[in-house]
C-alpha cells in the first residue's frame, strides 16, 4: 500500500499537466464522497446568476473539479485524456492547464448570461469539467481539423467531425436547459467553453498565444508562494538553449520540454541511427547526458 501511494505521488509530482488535471479530478470525486454528506454541493458549484456568484467566486474553480456521478467522472476524464494528449503534441503544459481553466470560466459565465436573459429560464447551478474539457477538444481540433483518430465500430474519422457531432448534441439539449429542465446537462457551458477552446485554436494558427497573459498571472501567483530557483543549465542556439525559468511553474514546464525533445530525439536514433541526427539535436543530447 505504500509503495502505491509512493508511487501515485511521483506520477502527479513528475507527471505532465495532463496526469495533474486527471489526478486531481479523481482525487475530488474521491474526496467527495465524504464530503459532500455533510456539505451542500451548492457550496462548491457555480450558481445560476451573477448576485450569487459575487458571494461565491471560488466556484468559478471548483465546480469544473466536482462530478455527481462515477459516469459523470468517467466521460470527462476520457474526453480530458484522448485530446489532452493530444493537445500536448502540439502545445505545452502550461497552454493545457490554461485553456483547461479559461474554458471552464467561459463556459460558467455563458451558462449564467444566458440563464439570466432567457425569460423563462430557471437559474440553475453547473458543476463538472464538462466546459474545460471541450475547451481542450475544440482547440484541438481547431487547430488540426483533419487529424484523423480511429473509433471503434466506424474507423478513421477527421476530428472535425467528432466536433461538429458533439456541437450538434449540445445545440439539440438548449431547449430544455433554457426552460431550466432538459437532460441535466449544462449544454451552455460546454458551447462557452467550446467557443474560449475554438479561439485558442485559430489565434494559434496565425501564431497567437491568447494564454500567455492568463500564463503570466499564475506564474506571478506561483511565484508568490514558491521559492524562486536556479539553475547552471545555459543554453546558447536553439529554442531550449536558454537559461531555465526560475519559479517552480516554469521549471516544471521547461523539464518537461526538456523531456519531450529528448524522447523525440532518442526515438529518431532507434529508427533511423545516430548519424540521422542534426547537429543541433547532437549537441543537445550531449547536454542532457553532461547535466
Known amino acids: 500500500m505504500n509503495n502505491l501511494r509512493y508511487e501515485l505521488k511521483e506520477m502527479f509530482k513528475h507527471g505532465s499537466m495532463l496526469t495533474k488535471l486527471l489526478f486531481i479530478n479523481i482525487g475530488v470525486f474521491a474526496a467527495g464522497l465524504i464530503l459532500f454528506l455533510f456539505v451542500p454541493v451548492q457550496y462548491v458549484a457555480v450558481p445560476g446568476n451573477f448576485k450569487e456568484l459575487i458571494f461565491r467566486p471560488w466556484t468559478l474553480v471548483t465546480y469544473m473539479f466536482i462530478h455527481q456521478s462515477l ?28 485553456v483547461y481553466l479559461s474554458g471552464g470560466f467561459a463556459g460558467a459565465f455563458f451558462h449564467i448570461a444566458v440563464n439570466m436573459s432567457a ?121 531550449f538553449n536558454r537559461k531555465m525559468p526560475d519559479n517552480d511553474w516554469d521549471y516544471n514546464t521547461r523539464k518537461a520540454e526538456i523531456q519531450k525533445e529528448t524522447d523525440r530525439i532518442l526515438d529518431k536514433i532507434s529508427k533511423y541511427g545516430y548519424d540521422s541526427l542534426t547537429k543541433k539535436e547532437k549537441e543537445f543530447l550531449f547536454r542532457q547526458k553532461k547535466n
Do not use: C
Open 119 to 239: 425569460a423563462s429560464g430557471q437559474q440553475t447551478t453547473v458543476i463538472g469539467a464538462s466546459a474545460a474539457v471541450m475547451a481542450i477538444v475544440f482547440a484541438v481540433i481547431s487547430y488540426k481539423p483533419n487529424y484523423i483518430i480511429y473509433l471503434m465500430f466506424i474507423g478513421p474519422v477527421k476530428i472535425k467531425y467528432v466536433g461538429i457531432f458533439a456541437l450538434l448534441i449540445d445545440i439539440a439539449g438548449l431547449t430544455g436547459n433554457l426552460k431550466g429542465g432538459g437532460d441535466g446537462i449544462a449544454h451552455l457551458a460546454h458551447l462557452g467553453g467550446a467557443a474560449f477552446g475554438l479561439w485558442f485554436g485559430i489565434a494559434a494558427k496565425n501564431g497567437k498565444d491568447i494564454t500567455r497573459g492568463f500564463n503570466n498571472m499564475l506564474n506571478n501567483l506561483f511565484s508568490l508562494f514558491t521559492e524562486k530557483r536556479k539553475t547552471k543549465i545555459n543554453f546558447k542556439h536553439d529554442k
Open 71 to 98: 459516469w459523470h467522472l468517467l466521460m470527462n476524464m476520457l474526453w480530458l485524456f484522448w485530446f489532452g494528449k493530444l493537445f500536448l503534441t502540439y502545445f505545452n503544459d502550461k497552454q493545457l492547464a490554461a
